[in-house]
């Protein structure tokens, strides 16, 4: 595979912001600066959806401060989509694209589908004789990419979590006997990573502190073990504060609650989602308990002020790492984070196949929570607590943060419009 | 009216908390410390409740950095209650208590019914020949405290909601079409000013930026008005940003939206608050559009990093000015934040009459709205603006907000237990 393969960059992001996606777009920015055999580089437009409308913009264009401001903007700058390549004209139409601006080098920003988006143009492309790299950027605020050790995103959602835990905890311990019950519904469809993450909360040395019960989708849901949990926590505490992650399911694996209005398995009708189904559990089930209950919904994902710094300088380096790989003559991976064996915690760059990581999705182990079903063993708080580490510092004006955005110089179209269906 | 009161501070807080409530409290204590009249600080537990209960801790033992550290440090540090005094027993108990312990300076931080406490409490111990001095101090998220320009409380949660959305609307035009109505529901039972701050997170000469939409308790809801208000902004716009508070009525003046089951006019059975209820109508409504709700809840009144530093600054300048006007003679009434009649903001303190203050509610004013009811004009920036600047640093321990706790060393008894009824 030739070392020096010269021609253009195209990066792009694909599915759920995170607080630090646009850092891993820096980092490729940047870096591709930095080399002579790459000549242009562009970013395509709400993902893969955007290249096959052939919307691509020069990156090369933007200011400087608008690059580094990309570090503590929120959500994908460059728009993104959840859109799946199916159709054999769909690749023949990201192909053309790509030889018509010359795109020698992929870069693409995502979780597990994008990942999967990413390994299948790989593979297309390649079959079409077209030399070209394609390096896939782990990004998800679940956390639930295998081989890496963890994804960009994730550290910052859960720091935003446990600070948000340790806010409210004083607000539900000063009103004492008023309040009882305190409910914040956080994401995570699939695995409890970020549920989990709220017990980062707690002091070192209290394990009794908020979060008290810590409900995850790994954990099937028993109605009645859980008022048993809320009526113990009350015994001992003067109030009981609840993390539950959205995707929480029943003995049969289906959703306890979902976002339209349904029935559930009590016959119960209901609106929202798994924090309202536990408020309306309490509420119907134990007297005289009030419930609070705050559902914190996309803020999560997009909280830059006060997102974790040692996040973002890892997208920003998984960003960077993808280029000097692709560089490299490396093709068909997807970067991962590295924990070193070390006490004081490191994090390198790897690699791992694009096909590897589409295919799983990495589960919270079950031994790091405990036999309770509702809290979390030191495994967890060793592996997350690193991850929080430091804050990103986000410019202000007028009292509100200054994020950046992206002016989106177009690059001129070169073929005809595509036809998607 | 003796200058040279001799004898003991009690301090209490009261009513729902804030971000710098406790900020105030480091002003009385600091304040207090300089006086020679005073012998003692105490601060009263959970507010009157725990007065009557002679729950009295001894805040002059605590470390200087616990007092430091309340400046930053969300919720009532002394625990806050909602009690109401009615019975003359009740008053009577709390002039035994303050006889008990020499108080002679009585500091009750608050909002409206707390004042009226304090104004109560006043006017009792006056009547029985207790010589005191009774200072409010105000604190509300909500703002509706009269006479004063604004309440200790306010700017921190309007910052905190103006960041979020700022956050978030970056992350809803990164989905492009995917998610078109975001939904965020912000506290407000009474009053809209804390909806209205959100207008704060538009750039300067962008008024089309989020949110488009704000639902005020100021305006009736009418659910014909809002379905033309967001099929409007969706003509226009990629994605429809709406913010409502909490406390939205109907023509008829009753809450849109109840915490517990209940039906609407439209007859649809409903669970939460008022942005579900929007949700719901656009769900059943709109065909096609997609929503997405968060409802902050009391995280919003406890989000003590990134709070206003002009809001801290001034919740601690209030509780000092409370202590200097009580040393220098003054009784019954509330420390108010006057501002400058300056182009550039300044604040300073002055004092309203308790009773006032105990028996009003300020109101948004309505030619700050503009006339479609769902946007605010310059008038409300002009006024919020300063109130938001600077942010407070919290100091962090594992990437998580060190907050203080007072050691709460307790006072002795003196007097039997008090009977509640």
Not at 12 to 18: I, K, L, N, V
Not at 122 to 132: L, Q, V
Not at 236 to 261: H, Q
Not at 379 to 393: D, N, R
Request: proline share 4%.
């Amino acid at each position: 595979m030739s070392e020096e393969l010269t021609g253009n960059v195209l990066v792009a992001q694909s599915g759920g912001p995170t607080s630090v996606i646009n850092a891993s777009l820096a980092g490729v920015i940047t870096e591709a600066l930095n080399h002579e055999c790459i000549e242009e580089i562009y970013g395509g437009l709400n993902g893969i959806e955007g290249i096959l409308r052939e919307e691509l913009v020069d990156l090369a264009a933007e200011p400087q401060k608008t690059i580094r401001g990309l570090r503590y903007t929120p959500a994908s700058a460059l728009g993104t989509c959840r859109f799946k390549l199916r159709r054999e004209a769909d690749f023949q139409r990201v192909l053309q694209v790509f030889q018509a601006h010359n795109i020698r080098y992929f870069f693409y920003i995502g979780g597990n589908d994008s990942q999967d988006t990413a390994d299948q143009i790989s593979k297309f492309a390649a079959r079409a004789g077209w030399e070209m790299r394609v390096i896939g950027i782990p990004k998800t605020v679940d956390n639930d990419l295998v081989v890496t050790d963890h994804s960009p995103g994730y550290g910052s959602v859960i720091k935003h979590i446990a600070t948000t835990v340790r806010e409210l905890s004083l607000d539900a311990l000063a009103m004492g006997q008023h309040d009882t019950v305190h409910i914040l519904e956080v994401m995570g469809r699939n695995a409890g990573w970020i549920a989990a993450g709220a017990t980062l909360a707690k002091r070192r040395d209290h394990p009794n502190d908020p979060p008290h019960l810590i409900y995850l989708p790994e954990v099937p849901f028993e109605p009645n073990k859980f008022l048993d949990d809320v009526a113990g926590v009350l015994k001992k505490e003067p109030f009981c504060f609840i993390v539950v992650g959205e995707g929480l399911v029943d003995e049969d694996g289906n959703y306890i609650a979902t976002s339209s209005r349904s029935n559930d398995s009590f016959g119960h009708s209901q609106l929202g989602g798994a924090g309202d189904y536990l408020k309306s559990l309490i509420d119907q089930h134990a007297n005289g308990i009030k419930t609070r209950s705050a559902r914190l919904g996309h803020t999560q994902r997009a909280a830059a002020t006060g997102a974790s710094e040692t996040d973002m300088n890892e997208a920003f380096m998984a960003g960077q790492a993808a280029v000097k790989a692709a560089i490299g003559g490396i093709t068909d991976k997807m970067i991962t984070l590295l924990r070193g064996d070390t006490d004081n915690y490191t994090c390198e760059t790897g690699l791992a196949d694009l096909s590897e990581v589409a295919n799983g999705v990495k589960q919270l182990p079950r031994n790091w929570i405990n036999e309770d079903g509702v809290s979390l063993n030191y495994q967890f708080t060793k592996y997350a607590l690193p991850l929080i580490q430091g804050e990103v510092e986000v410019p202000r004006e007028n009292g509100v943060p200054a994020f950046i955005r992206l002016s989106k110089v177009r690059v001129d179209k070169a073929l005809p419009a595509h036809t998607f269906d």
